[in-house]
């Protein structure tokens, strides 16, 4: 009797304690985006910026746009504070992830300045550049602003019919 209770109550708490999501990374793409620079230099002074919530991992690739007509660098900045550099890619290419985290849990602000250098069509100016970012965060942010769902129908019926055969025995016995 004592065993058949131990486990019932074991599987009960099982069931009642597996995580409700998961609680690993999500990483979004954003863009495209095209940006036409007049500043006279190399670097771009309009910045892509997008907004992110993490509980800490942050990571970010730039994936240059295939309509570029020479090399391209993103610098990477986290609230206004160059967090990393990407090398300078080829028009199509991806710079793999880039780890500028961690950052403290809550919103943040990610930016992409681009860099230029002579090849291809630029001669000493950069006029334009583009593409997607990519952006990996710890899932558990995102999943904190949704509301946190009930055990379901299918776990509601385990925990009754795991209590009724664990202490239904015991009950009729007093």
């Given at each position: 009797m004592?065993?058949?209770?131990?486990?019932?109550?074991?599987?009960?708490?099982?069931?009642l304690s597996a995580p409700l999501g998961a609680q690993g990374?999500?990483?979004?793409?954003?863009?495209?985006?095209?940006?036409?620079t007049a500043?006279?230099?190399?670097?771009?002074?309009?910045?892509?910026?997008?907004?992110?919530?993490?509980?800490g991992t942050l990571r970010v690739q730039y994936n240059a746009s295939a309509g570029h007509c020479s090399d391209v660098r993103a610098r990477i900045q986290v609230d206004g504070v160059e967090r990393g550099v990407t090398a300078f890619l080829?028009?199509?290419q991806s710079s793999g992830f880039?780890?500028?985290?961690?950052?403290?849990?809550?919103?943040?602000?990610?930016a992409l300045q681009g860099e230029g250098r002579v090849s291809g069509c630029n001669t000493g100016t950069l006029v334009g550049w583009g593409g997607t970012m990519d952006?990996?965060?710890?899932?558990?942010?995102?999943?904190?602003?949704?509301?946190?769902?009930?055990?379901g129908l299918l776990a509601t019926f385990l925990a009754f019919a795991l209590g009724a055969y664990a202490f239904g025995p015991w009950r009729r016995r007093r």
């Open positions: 004592h065993l058949r209770c131990a486990l019932a109550l074991a599987a009960l708490a099982t069931v990374l999500v990483t979004t793409t954003y863009g495209p985006f095209s940006i036409t500043t006279g230099t190399q670097l771009s002074g309009p910045l892509y910026t997008v907004n992110v919530t993490t509980t080829s028009p199509g880039v780890d500028v985290g961690p950052v403290p849990s809550g919103a943040h602000t990610v952006v990996t965060t710890s899932a558990a942010a995102a999943a904190a602003s949704e509301p946190i769902p009930g055990p």
